[in-house]
């Protein structure tokens, strides 16, 4: 039996949602090996709010990690929260001297409920160490916007021109994620492969339990370029996966409430439409 194998490379949600936790919990699902490089481990206080407290751990222990993974021979990597320049460096070393080219890149800015980027230079080295090597990009509308250099993306239109300006910066198929900030009758994504842009619209569900959604999202993509799907075919039924995860999201605590990953798997998925704008 040949299993493949899937590395992310982020930090770890103590909650159990997103980051590490998800990515993994949906390459089981996909039926890939998945391991991990952790970079950041993410607290979040009760006490205050549920407030997000970020310890990056130091570099060499980040290359340590790197040593191990890399050994097993990975088929498909991710990555994820990325705290500091000299860590999306060293991820965008680790991705090359992986030799892979399924790689999946979460631009992961800020932490949820929070609305500022963690560190402003991340962006410049995102777009030096990170898209150049992405197969996939998947930013939310906020990080699209602070990788493009348009700002606020509030538009399809908008939409479609940041993607064209981060496919120019070296990534090879961008998605944008139009989440609940985008004004429009359905949850719709945006990808681009350098020549098409395409919608992949469900029906919208209204809940606040979509915490994990977008790690979930890029990983389930990753999983799949991993298992040989197409491009097109690997964001097509991560859409389906994370969409059916959104819409039995689950309440965890007074604070949050993260997507189930084995949703799709147990319910089925939302019917997802694409169309060529």
Known sequence: ????????????????????????????????????????????DPDNGWSHGVF???????????????STNV??????MLSTEEIIETAGNIIEEAGVKSVVIDPVMVCKGEDEVLNPGTVDAMI?????????????LFEAGQLSGLGALHTIEDMKAAAEKIHALGAKNVVIKGGKQLKHEKAVDLFYDGQTHTLLETEKTET??????????????????????????????AKEFVSAAIAHGWKLNQYVGPVLHGAKGKFGAPEVTTTTV
């Open 208 to 237: 606040t339990f979509n915490h994990g959604a977008g790690c979930t999202f890029a990983a389930a993509i990753t999983a799949n370029l991993a298992n040989g799907f197409s491009v097109a075919d690997s964001v097509f039924e």
């Open 56 to 70: 990056s751990l130091p570099v060499e222990e980040i290359k340590r990690q790197a040593k191990t993974a890399l």
């Open 1 to 44: 039996m040949s299993i493949k194998k899937t590395l992310t490379i982020a930090g770890s949600d103590t909650s159990g949602g997103a980051g590490i936790q998800a990515d993994l919990k949906t390459f089981q699902e996909h039926g890939t090996y998945g391991m991990n490089i952790l970079t950041v481990i993410a607290t979040m």
């Open 75 to 80: 088929d498909a990597i991710k990555t994820g």
């Open 128 to 140: 030096e160490f990170l898209l150049p090597r992405a197969l996939v990009v998947t930013p939310n």
